[in-house]
Each structure stands twice: as structure tokens, then as C-alpha cells.
């Protein structure tokens, strides 16, 4: 019997342990209450939020919510976006936030909200708040009085006003980010007095002006990233940028600075490995040592240095992307053994850099994207250069180069997604070799002196065939890892000039949605292959000023996403095909200075535009064209009565008949009493 009761008694006891356990698994609920009005709040179509129900009693289990493991109170709100959500939560950021008295993590970044930043949103308690990409509105001087917080990051939305002084109150704040909003003013070194936590200060792309007073100012912290671009610093370079000796990102590029690179640079920024100066007045050296910095561009300055010392001297250099385009670099590249063989951007167009390509750039087989543009590089291709079978985007454009297309171009170099050899002095046949290149979007070999036939096999373009194939990128980019830092990865992304509809125009972000073959101002031959309708994702198609005979494909309707097609100015003969007529997208077409013949065929787009595309075809007719194609005139119908200019020829006949009827009745009147006369006289008799 006593067994009996002890076994009981157990069980009573783990039940009761059991119901307990489970009862403190539970939210708190008014904090429950609260995340279920922050929720009606929302605008949820993509049901991120769907474990957010009334029916779901503990809401630590629900998504994006962290309790604390003893009290249960909710600490943690982590409702951000990513890019693998198609549809973001949009709508308003309910007041019920601050029913939550224990949270110290809130991030709701990457969304649309329509709210007004004000005191009413959010707990003071706060340690990190990211409200980064979320379309807020507001002022920044509402977080003043937050003074646990940790990390502020309100980036890229749609702040404005000044940044204000209070903000050097909030000594525990270690990251700082209001880059791209509205921001105005000055900021001055009372901004940041008690920010000796501070690792990150992020300020850039608003309308702000650093003024820092003293001379001898020594910040109270010691940042790691520091970024500044479009702030106004300059004309001289920050001195007391040198006290910043654990800086491992620094942008003060777009910040009015008319200096030179100061000798201390070397000694202090020793941990540095991102830098940008770009978009300044820098002039003079580029010291050797900046080979050691791993992300490096000093684009769109005066440097007017030789590269000897930074591409010769260094042992071993890190860097992986070495910008100095648009500068004033002079002399050729030197053909040493270049250190850099990490580099995966090498931009130095837009200089008036002279000589051949040395052979030694074969060196640096890790390369992905190699810009020598417009500069007066000569000679022929160095064939070190299919060493570099990474290489996705090869311009060379408007330089002195020569000889034939090389060969191994489309041999060794099949990854490439841009190559541009445009104007240079490059000659003989495009190679057949050329097909290979299947992940091509953007094939420009235009005004050289190119001759033979367009490749039939032209259609092994598979990105411009099959949508599947384009790269899985809307931009022509590039991830640039830093070593010391995995997670931090600069997604680089060419910014370039294209000639697109005869006009120059710049592109970036959208360079990777254009598919686009221009083999204008050549010397091409022969017929247009029919293959080349294959390419149904073709945007831009330029032929022009070569010497192409025959007649167009029939099939040119294929390319029904063509936005802008030249033909003009070669031998092109007999009809345009009426399959032209069909393609809806074209806003651009030249078919001016050929030998077409026949009717334009009819359709919205072909008749819209001007005449002046249709010129020098002696044999063209129809609209817009004034002349009228044989058979157009209809025939001459018959005269109406009713025609004024007929009505006088009726009038005139009729009056005419009167007279004859006029005359014949009064004959008539006279001969009959003539008779009737005769006949009265002789009964009389």
C-alpha cells in the first residue's frame, strides 16, 4: 500500500513540474497584446508574420521574436528583409512597440513604412535599433535622449534636418549610420564628445560639412570605419584623420579636398585595407605602399604619377581592385614583374597612358575585369593576357592597338560577359573562335577596320538567346572580399559609357540587362546570317557603315525585344520583311543609304517614325515616305450631278432642250390652226 502511495505521489509531482515548465514557456501576454497590434499595423502579403495568431499562445515561438530564457519577457525583435523576400512589409510601425519595456534589440530594416520617426515608437532602453531602407521620415534629433543605445543605423531613408549636438551625448554608442537621407548642416568635433565607444561613423551621401575647429583635436574614439563620401572636408586633407590609427575602411571620396596624399599616411593607417579617395583634387605621388590596401581607388582626381613604384615595387601587394581611372597618369605601364597578383579590378582608363600592354599583366591570373579605355596604348594584344581565363569585362576601347582580333579571345577567354575593342586599328576577319564567348552580353567591335563575314555561328551567344543563360546579376558586378574581414564584401560594379540610339549615355546598375552587338563603322562583307535572329534577348543591333549585301533575314521579327536596330549605310537589298513590322519594342531603326526596294510594310511602329530612316532607297515607297507605291492611286469615279463644276454643263443642256421643245409646241400651235382654218373656210363655201 505504501508503494502505491509513493508511485502516486511521483506522479503528482512530475505532473505538477510538467504543468509549471510548460506555464513558463509563455510570453508575457500583455507583450503577446502588443505584438498582435503591432501586427494590424503592418502590411503583410508576403505572410512572413503568419505564426503572429491569437490561436499561438507562446509568442517566443513566433518569427523574428527572442525572450529572455528566465523572465520570459521579450527582448529581441528581428523583422528585417533580405533580398531572397520578394515582398516587403510595408504599412506603419503601431505604438505598441513600447508596450515592450525589455526590448533591447529592434530591427525592422529593409521594409516600406510610412511612419514619421517620433519619441511615441520606441522604448528608451534600446541598445540596437536598424531602421535602415524602410522609408522613414523624420528628424534624427528624436534619439537623443537614447542613451543605452549601442548601434544607430537609420540609413538610406528619408531623414532630414540637421544632425544634431545631442547626439555626442550617447557614450555608449558604438555604430552610427545616417548615410543617404536629407541630412543638412554643420558637424563639428562638439558632435562626438562623448562618443569614445564610437567604431563606425558612417555620415556620407547627405548634405553635410565638417568643421572641425582645432588643429590639435584629438577624437575620443578610435574608429574602425570611417566613411564620409559627398561630406564636405576639404580643401586639405583632415589632419586629424592621423590620430585614427585602427582605421580599416576609410571613404572620404566627393569631399572637396585639393591636396596631396600626406607623407604620415604610411604610418598611421597600418591595419588599412578599404580606401577611397575618388572624385577629388588629389594631385602629385601615389606612394607604393598604398599597393598594401586592398580595396584602392583613387579615380577621378590629378594624379599625374608614373606606376612603376606601385605596380614594381611591393612584395607581395594585396590588392585585389586598383582604381586611378580619369586621372592625368602619363608614360607606359611598365613591364615588370608585377606583385599584384591578387588583383581582380585593374581600372586605368581615361589617362594618357602610351606604349604597348606589357606582357607582365598576364601575370595577374586572378583578374575579372580589365579597363584600359581611352588612353594610347599601341601594338598588338599581349598574348600573356589568355593567361587570365577569369577575365569577364575587357575594354580596351578608343586606343592605337592593331593587328588581328586575337584568336584565343574566344579560346581562352569564355567567361567574358563585356568586351569592347572599339576604336582601334584592328584588322582582318572577326574569328569564329569568337562564338565560344556563350555568357557574352555586350559584343562592340565597332570602327575599326574588321573585315569578312559575320560568324554564322554567332547564335553560340546563349545569353542572348535564352534568358536562363544571362548571368543571375541585373548589374555587370563583382564581389571583393577583404581578407581580415569575410563578412565585408564590396560588391563593385562598372560604370560606363554606352552609345546607345546614337547618343552616349552612362550606365551602371542596369549595364547587366543590355544585350547589344555593334559591328558598325567596318568593313564587313557578305550577307546578314540568318542565325543571328536567334538572339531573341538582343536589345541593340548596329550593322551600320559596313559593306553588307543581300537582303534581310526574313526572320528579323524574331528579335521581338529589340529596342534600337542600324543597318544603314551598307548594300542591303529588295524588301524590308514584314515580320520588321511586328516588332513592338523598337523605338530606334536606320535603314537609311542601302538599295531596299519595295512597299514599307505596314504597321504602327515602321510608319511612326521619321522619313529621314527610310533615305537614299531608291526603290522604297509607301508612308511615311511622300512617294506613293504603284497601284495606291484608286480609280477616277463617275461625275455626280450633284458636282457644282457638272451642275452648269446640266443647266446649259437642259435650257438648250427647251428651246428645241419651245419650238416644236409653237410649230405645232401654228400648223394646227393653219389647218383647222382651211377646213372652216371651205365648209363655209
Not at 147 to 162: A, E, H, I, P, Y
Not at 529 to 538: I, K, R
Request: aromatic share 8%; proline share 4%.
Amino acid at each position: 500500500m505504501m508503494t502505491k502511495v509513493l508511485v502516486l505521489l511521483m506522479v503528482l509531482a512530475t505532473n505538477t513540474h510538467v504543468l509549471s515548465l510548460s506555464s513558463q514557456n509563455y510570453c508575457i501576454e500583455t507583450e503577446r497584446q502588443a505584438l498582435l497590434s503591432l501586427k494590424k499595423g503592418f502590411v503583410d502579403y508576403g505572410n512572413r508574420l503568419s505564426s503572429w495568431t491569437s490561436t499561438r499562445r507562446d509568442c517566443c515561438a513566433w518569427r523574428g521574436i527572442r525572450c529572455d530564457n528566465l523572465t520570459h519577457h521579450i527582448i529581441s525583435l528581428d523583422l528585417h528583409s533580405n533580398d531572397n523576400d520578394s515582398i516587403l512589409l510595408s504599412g506603419e510601425i503601431n505604438p505598441s512597440l513600447v508596450e515592450l519595456p525589455y526590448l533591447r534589440y529592434l530591427d525592422l530594416s529593409y521594409n516600406n513604412f510610412t511612419n514619421n520617426l517620433n519619441t511615441t515608437l520606441f522604448n528608451k532602453p534600446l541598445e540596437h535599433l536598424n531602421l535602415s531602407r524602410s522609408e522613414i521620415e523624420g528628424q534624427l534629433s528624436i534619439f537623443s535622449n537614447f542613451s543605452f543605445l549601442r548601434v544607430l543605423d537609420l540609413s538610406n531613408n528619408k531623414l532630414s534636418g540637421t544632425f544634431p549636438e545631442d547626439i555626442g551625448k550617447l557614450q555608449h554608442l558604438e555604430v552610427l549610420d545616417v548615410s543617404s537621407n536629407f541630412l543638412t548642416g554643420l558637424v563639428t568635433e562638439f558632435h562626438f564628445e562623448k562618443l569614445s565607444k564610437l567604431k563606425n561613423l558612417h555620415l556620407h551621401d547627405n548634405s553635410l560639412t565638417l568643421k572641425i575647429n582645432s588643429s590639435t583635436w584629438v577624437p575620443p574614439f578610435q574608429l574602425d570605419s570611417l566613411i564620409l563620401r559627398s561630406c564636405k572636408l576639404g580643401p586639405q586633407f583632415p589632419i586629424w584623420l592621423k590620430t585614427q590609427i585602427n582605421l580599416s575602411s576609410l571613404d572620404i571620396s566627393n569631399s572637396s579636398i585639393q591636396d596631396t596624399i600626406p607623407n604620415w599616411f604610411s604610418n598611421h593607417f597600418t591595419k588599412l585595407n578599404f580606401l577611397n579617395l575618388s572624385s577629388n583634387q588629389f594631385y602629385g605621388h601615389i606612394p607604393y605602399y598604398l599597393s598594401y590596401v586592398e580595396i584602392l581607388d583613387l579615380s577621378y582626381n590629378r594624379f599625374n604619377t608614373n606606376l612603376r613604384s606601385l605596380l614594381c615595387e611591393p612584395i607581395n601587394g594585396t590588392t585585389k581592385l586598383l582604381d586611378i581611372s580619369n586621372n592625368m597618369l602619363s608614360g607606359s605601364l611598365p613591364n615588370c614583374h608585377w606583385n599584384l597578383k591578387n588583383l581582380i579590378v585593374l581600372k586605368l582608363d581615361k589617362n594618357s597612358l602610351i606604349g604597348v600592354i606589357p606582357t607582365s599583366i598576364g601575370l595577374s591570373n586572378r583578374i575579372q575585369y580589365l579597363l584600359l579605355g581611352h588612353n594610347n596604348f599601341s601594338g598588338n594584344f599581349p598574348s600573356s593576357l589568355k593567361n587570365c581565363t577569369q577575365l569577364r569585362v575587357l575594354d580596351v576601347k578608343a586606343n592605337k592597338l592593331k593587328g588581328n582580333i586575337p584568336i584565343w579571345i574566344g579560346e581562352k577567354l569564355t567567361n567574358l560577359i563585356f568586351l569592347r575593342l572599339k576604336s582601334n586599328n584592328f584588322h582582318g576577319v572577326i574569328p569564329p573562335s569568337m562564338c565560344h564567348l556563350r555568357f557574352i552580353q555586350i559584343f562592340d567591335l565597332s570602327n575599326n577596320n574588321i573585315s569578312g563575314f559575320i560568324p554564322s555561328c554567332i547564335n553560340n551567344f546563349t545569353s542572348m538567346v535564352d534568358k536562363r543563360n544571362i548571368q543571375k546579376m541585373s548589374n555587370i558586378s563583382t564581389e571583393v572580399s577583404l581578407d581580415n574581414n569575410r563578412h565585408q564584401v564590396l560588391l563593385y560594379e562598372i560604370v560606363t559609357m554606352i552609345m546607345w540610339k546614337g547618343v552616349l549615355r552612362q550606365y551602371s546598375k542596369t549595364l547587366g540587362l543590355l544585350r547589344f552587338i555593334d559591328l558598325s563603322r567596318n568593313e564587313l562583307t557578305g550577307k546578314i546570317p540568318e542565325e543571328l535572329c536567334n538572339l531573341v534577348e538582343l536589345i541593340q543591333l548596329n550593322l551600320s557603315r559596313n559593306s553588307l549585301s543581300g537582303s534581310i533575314p526574313m526572320e528579323i521579327g524574331n528579335l521581338n525585344k529589340l529596342d534600337s536596330l542600324d543597318l544603314s549605310h551598307n548594300k542591303l537589298s529588295s524588301v524590308i520583311p514584314t515580320s520588321l513590322a511586328s516588332i513592338s519594342s523598337l523605338s530606334f531603326l536606320n535603314l537609311s543609304s542601302n538599295k531596299l526596294s519595295g512597299r514599307i510594310p505596314i504597321g504602327t511602329q515602321l510608319q511612326s517614325f521619321n522619313a529621314s530612316i527610310y533615305i537614299d532607297n531608291d526603290g522604297l515607297c509607301g508612308l511615311p515616305l511622300n512617294n506613293s507605291c504603284l497601284g495606291d492611286e484608286t480609280p477616277n469615279s463617275p461625275k455626280d450631278i450633284h458636282d457644282p463644276s457638272d451642275a452648269e454643263e446640266y443647266d446649259e443642256g437642259w435650257l438648250n432642250m427647251s428651246w428645241l421643245y419651245m419650238g416644236i409646241g409653237v410649230g405645232f400651235v401654228v400648223g394646227f390652226v393653219g389647218v383647222c382654218g382651211t377646213l372652216l373656210l371651205i365648209t363655209s363655201f
